[in-house]
């Protein structure tokens, strides 16, 4: 049966593709050897480096930000390297299996779901390692399965204490474009990210931002990457061209997004994310349900992860929510399987269309059963309406 309305993707991610990407990419693919394709593409990789706060290249790949994960570790790093990494939750374990399948042995600090990565560990580890086995320190800052950030300045202030040359690599996938993120600043070496989160397009973009250390890693590199290689894209970038088939339509919508990034300013879309997720928060305490993430300084301000009341599922919840309210949370994953959902407030966003997520979610632990109290929304709405 035909749903009336807008469906609501308050996942954190794939998040709400604005009507002018749409529009942007609804045209014919040109041929990508043309030079109106080279135009394009210089323009964009030119442009996408501001939203990294970079003026080093960024390579964009037709792939999930998966496949952004293996380029940063198959371009600088040879089997059997030491890699430091943190376990802040499911997307943080994903990584550091996909590094130990190629290889890599890893080390991974361990951590509790509930908060962002344990830098003082870790300083603790590179501060001990004075011969400098580990070759790269990787870390998640905005982890999407908790709903916990992670300090980056604190953690390159670590390496730096500890005059370590590790590589700093880290995933910006849900946090680029919806939370404060400095390539240059806090000398980040990779940076991985994906299309279809803060940038608001559809699926299929990822990325790497890279410094010049890590070029001359790749450089040095004893087992060169092959489709994710960096010397052949920036060989061809050079000439605004791709070693193979670019995603051409969805780099239009790439340059839409960072004129539309721009067009609001940088720093007034973090805001927007911080009064959001401040709002979302202050709904879910109303409710009085659980914050999943237990050190505010770590809250995130792209989704909001809330722990079920005991013998409740939070799976069971969600689907309620589906059916009746035509809105898709995001689930609990791998060891928070049915006992999170998670409130996605990041992308093309703003107050009314928080506010009816918000409703539906108040609405949903009413007919779904869950103990809570009303009065949630409410407490989001005061928060909005008096925090212009
Ligand atoms: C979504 C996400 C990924 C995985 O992205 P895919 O595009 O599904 O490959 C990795 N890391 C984080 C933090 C994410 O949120």
């Given at each position: 049966m035909r749903k009336a309305g807008r469906h609501f993707?308050?996942?954190?991610?794939p998040t709400n593709v604005p009507d002018r990407i749409l529009h942007a990419m609804a045209r014919p693919t040109i041929d990508h050897r043309s030079p109106e394709f080279a135009e394009l593409a210089k323009d964009v990789l030119e442009s996408v480096k501001t939203v990294f706060r970079t003026t080093g290249p960024v390579f964009i790949y037709p792939s999930s930000a998966t496949g952004a994960w293996e380029a940063a570790l198959a371009n600088t790093l040879a089997e059997g390297d030491r890699v430091l990494m943190f376990e802040t939750g499911h997307f943080a374990t994903l990584w550091s299996q996909l590094a130990a399948r190629l290889g890599l042995k890893v080390e991974l600090v361990p951590?509790?779901?509930?908060?962002?990565?344990?830098i003082a560990a870790g300083a603790k580890i590179l501060a001990a390692d004075r011969a400098h086995t580990i070759k790269a320190v990787c870390v998640v800052h905005n982890e999407t399965s908790t709903g916990c950030v992670s300090d980056v300045a604190e953690l390159r202030a670590a390496l730096d204490a500890a005059k370590h040359p590790a590589l700093l690599m880290v995933?910006?996938?849900?946090?680029?474009?919806s939370i404060d993120f400095r390539q240059d600043d806090w000398h980040v070496d990779v940076t991985v990210a994906g299309?279809?989160?803060?940038?608001?397009?559809?699926p299929g973009l990822s990325f790497n931002a890279v410094s010049d250390k890590a070029l001359a890693a790749a450089q040095q590199a004893k087992r060169p990457a092959s489709y994710w290689s960096w010397a052949e894209m920036q060989k061809l970038n050079a000439q605004g061209f791709f070693p193979y088939t670019p995603a051409t339509n969805l780099l239009y919508a790439l340059k839409e997004a960072i004129a539309m990034l721009h067009e609001e300013g940088l720093d007034n879309v973090f805001a927007r994310h911080q009064r959001h997720a401040e709002a979302t928060r202050r709904a879910v305490r109303g409710w009085g349900l659980e914050i999943l993430c237990r050190n505010p300084d770590h809250y995130s301000g792209s989704l909001t992860a809330v722990l079920m009341p005991d013998g409740h599922s939070a799976d069971g919840f969600r689907k309620t929510v589906a059916e009746r309210y035509n809105m898709s949370l995001g689930n609990g994953l791998s060891k928070l399987a049915d006992r999170v959902f998670r409130i996605g407030h990041l992308g093309d966003f703003n107050d009314i269309m928080l506010s009816a997520a918000l409703s539906g979610v108040e609405m949903g632990l009413a007919n779904a059963g869950v103990p809570h109290r009303a009065g949630g929304v409410q407490a989001a709405l005061d928060f909005l309406k008096g925090n212009g």
């Open positions: 993707v308050q996942i954190p991610g951590g509790d779901w509930r908060s962002g990565a344990d995933d910006t996938v849900s946090s680029l474009a299309s279809q989160k803060g940038l608001m397009l559809p």
